[in-house]
């Protein structure tokens, strides 16, 4: 089992910043692909971003491209979601996954946090 534990939501301003953290626990956390989903009310769950164990493979909606980046830090078990430039869009909740292989496909994770709300406000 993998427990992840997610922080840093909040409400902030269009425009503004916030940074998230998914600190993980259990089974050796750098054999994992970690991901960044999110689900806003009336809506499915999507894909956000993920980073392979190493760090350096990392792939992103393309909506959040050049806005969002993932990072994570495997001596600390945390993962890290930077958001910059927020749009009332992406008023959601955002989910902590990890996964052996990784994809972007929420089905195929098998580990997940209790999520934290992020709101933008125009």
């Known amino acids: 089992q993998v ?13 503004g910043s916030l940074r998230l953290s998914c600190a993980a626990s259990g089974r050796t956390f750098s054999n994992y692909v970690m991901a960044w989903f999110r689900q806003a009310p009336g809506k499915e769950r999507e894909f956000v971003a ?3 164990w190493s760090g350096y493979s990392v ?54 946090g209790q999520g934290t709300q992020v709101t933008v406000s125009s």
């Open 3 to 15: 427990q992840l534990v997610e922080s840093g939501g909040g409400l902030v301003q269009a425009g």
């Open 50 to 52: 993920a980073i392979g």
């Open 59 to 112: 792939n992103y909606a393309d909506f959040v491209k050049g806005r969002f980046t993932i990072s994570r830090d495997n001596a600390k078990n945390t993962v890290y979601l930077q958001m910059n430039s927020l749009k009332p869009e992406d008023t959601a909740i955002y989910y902590c996954a990890a996964d052996i292989q990784g994809s972007t496909r929420s089905y195929e994770y098998d580990f997940w």
